[in-house]
């Protein structure tokens, strides 16, 4: 069975940093797209990182262009999300979901991240 | 403000369809066949219901059905059950590697 498993959350203060990491099992990793998501609190969803199955495009919301970096290691089946410069607004539940005929197919329980003072 | 527009609320009784509409603009809905729905109970994740408009998961009762006119999509679920009570979000490929989301809307069996 597919499955993904988010880990990495927590409480930061404001421009702090945090790294989300993304385990995947059950599939050939290395053939997919991956997608970080987040939800704030009883609001709807935005896409924010975007990392092709070979790495060789990424993209990133405006909102956290120049402050976040995704990557993955298809080695480990791993994809992670580097966030620098946080601020209280990126507080948030991030999931990992995999991309399949431009869309979502499995997504991870999804880990908390507090961003404050 | 969320890209794609959803209403709020959506209700029926157990047995009744209740419809969802996703307004985008050219861009987005109106320019892909790729809008998908997302069924989201409290406190859990996400879950594929609908992709590529109209295309249901393996998986996905056939009480849920997609369609799309023009810049609007909708997300149809007939014969209502208590299980059915969620969230529910629409996205939309916008091109590029980007996607975006509908605000979502609650679904209550009343």
């Known amino acids: 069975e597919a499955q993904l498993v988010e880990s990495g959350g927590g409480l930061v203060q404001p421009g702090g940093s945090l790294r989300l990491s993304c385990a995947a099992s059950g599939f050939i990793f290395n053939t997919y797209t991956m997608t970080w998501v987040r939800q704030v609190s009883g609001k709807g969803l935005e896409s924010v990182a975007y990392?092709?199955?070979?790495?060789?495009?990424?993209d990133y919301a405006d909102s956290v262009k120049g402050r976040f970096t995704i990557s993955r290691d298809n080695a480990k089946n791993s994809v992670h999300l580097q966030m620098n410069s946080l601020r209280v607004e990126d507080t948030a539940v991030y999931y990992c979901?995999?991309?399949?005929?431009?869309?979502?197919?499995?997504w991870g329980q999804g880990t908390l991240v507090t961003v404050s003072s | 403000q969320s890209a794609l527009t959803q209403p709020p609320s959506a209700s029926g009784s157990p047995g009744q369809s209740v419809t969802i509409s996703c307004t985008g603009t050219s861009s987005d809905v109106g320019g892909y066949n790729f809008v998908s729905w997302y069924q989201q109970p409290p406190g859990k994740a996400p879950k594929l219901m609908i992709f590529?408009?109209?295309k249901r998961p393996s998986g996905v009762p056939d009480r849920f059905s997609g369609s799309k006119s023009g810049n609007t999509a909708s997300l149809t679920v007939s014969g209502l059950q208590a299980e059915d009570e969620a969230h529910y979000y629409c996205s939309s490929y916008a091109g590029g590697y980007s996607w975006v989301f509908g605000g979502g809307t609650k679904v209550t069996v009343l």
């Open positions: 590529e408009v109209s």
């Open positions: 990392i092709s199955a070979d790495s060789s495009a990424i």
């Open positions: 979901a995999r991309n399949t005929f431009w869309s979502f197919d499995i």
